[in-house]
């Protein structure tokens, strides 16, 4: 494995960790910032194993298709991808702000959770053992 995307992958499993250890304290905001942020870690990771220069985006659904048009599928429902997409700034920034009105809530934290979980198929993708395991 590429020493980058060893980088990149351990800063993806902090986001991770961060995100479970917020969610338990109920700090849903920074839960949601650190899953949609690991999610992004994770496929930049595995574009620059693949030798794909990672385009300077949050948009998991921009870098899905990066990585689909080098023949590379991560397995992401759009639904699931929309939703991470949709929460970047959102979780960001603090209701009264410019964007419109985001609230998390518990059920958003455990859909993250479960969507943050790509983290299993970059790791299969890589061929690597799972750093959080």
Known sequence: MKADTQIWLKYAEENYLSAII???????????????QSIEKYLKAC???????????????KLLNTLLT????????ESDTELIDSIYLPSKYPIGSALAEFEVTDDDCKILHIIALVHDKIYKQLNVNNLCK
């Open 22 to 36: 917020l969610l338990e304290q109920r700090l849903l905001n920074n839960s949601i910032q650190n899953f949609q």
């Open 47 to 61: 574009c620059i194993e693949n030798g794909i220069p990672p385009e300077r985006t949050h948009s998991v659904q």
């Open 70 to 77: 080098s023949g590379i599928r991560i397995e992401l429902d």
